[in-house]
């Protein structure tokens, strides 16, 4: 029996969100292979909830959730642990590298490879690391990042802050091993 | 507007998440204080740091084709 041609525009539509899909899978397992399988499984899925998907809204968010719903399910043992996020406090990699008298503080990022970039992407806990795909990488409003979450905007907004500084301090850390910052002793005394 | 409200805002003003009178309020401040917009300009450049760096990974032509041949 030939496909019917709604399901072929549905999946054509569905497969221009690949490389988004594909860059998450990567980045929620870590390992390519997983990540194909990831991305082969949501793909299928998508497919079978096709009638649950409106036409019109934001195709690319619920496809992203399908397969970060997918990814949670696998992980469910570890959930609990994953939930409860290492706070660094506040910590704002600019204000540091200004205290430390890098200036200009932004020469610092040129410095950095990308390769390291992606790695303090993927030390994230996977809560944090999710946001910051959905929000920096795929440039999701708060409100779709929200909804492909699963949870309040306010809550996404805050975790997306709080990945942002543990990312900022990773990259840090990464700067002065790699000796691109060094954390000298000529720090400002305030006076009196 | 001042430099802690500037700094507390700064992050939804990066992502365009503010309302519009916010927005202009920010971009306001901004322009008159070189200090704030430094860490603007430095905030934008990380958050475009990490989206160039983790884009540069594609799915597999493979992979694409054997979707397109499961699901078409
Ligand atoms: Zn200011």
Redesign the pocket.
Known sequence: MAESPPQTAFAEEALTHLDTLYRGALRLTRDPDSAQDLVQEAYLRALRYQHSYQPGTNMKAWLFAIMRNLFWDRFKGSRKEDVSLDDVGEFVLYDKLRDEGAKPEADVLDKLAASEVVAAVEKLPPLHREVVLLGDVEGFSYRDAAQTLGVPIRTAMSRLHRARQQLQKSLYDYALESGIVRANGTKEVPNE | MN?SD?KEKLDRYLDRELSNTEMLELQL?LEG?P??TDNYEFQASLKRLVKVCCEQDKAPDALREKLRQILT
Do not use: S
Request: with cysteine; proline share 17%; aromatic share 0%.
């Open positions: 430099c500037c401040h204080c200090p704030c």
